[in-house]
Nanobody, 123 residues
């Protein structure tokens, strides 16, 4: 198993930036694919980005390409989500996910989950 703890959320004005972090503990972090999801109030959780175990492959929700960047530091057991040019519609709880297969991360099935961190973008 792996335990995930997100941080870095907060309140930001539209056009601003935030960097989310997800610290992992438990089994060897470098063997897991990682991802970020988000859930707006009253809506279903949706995929944001994924990264493979080495960091060499990344995949994004189409609408977020160019604004969001996922990265990882295996030496620090941490995955990041850099979010730029934030918009009010980016508001929601952001969840970190870990899974054994990179191509399954976006499906949300079989993932380990963190508790989430709130991101609020004001207009």
């Amino acid at each position: 198993q792996v335990q995930l703890v997100e941080s870095g959320g907060g309140l930001v004005q539209a056009g601003g930036s935030l960097r989310l972090s997800c610290a992992a503990s438990g089994r060897i972090f470098s063997t897991y694919a990682m991802g970020w999801f988000r859930q707006a109030s009253g809506k279903e959780r949706e995929f944001v980005a994924a990264i493979n175990f080495s960091g060499g492959l990344t995949y994004y929700r189409d609408s977020l390409k160019g604004r969001f960047t996922i990265s990882r530091d295996n030496a620090k057991n941490t995955v990041y989500l850099q979010m730029n040019n934030l918009k009010p519609e980016d508001t929601g709880v952001y969840y970190c996910a870990a899974g054994s297969q990179y191509n399954k991360i976006p499906t949300g099935t079989g993932n380990y989950w963190g508790q989430g961190t709130q991101v609020t973008v004001s207009s």
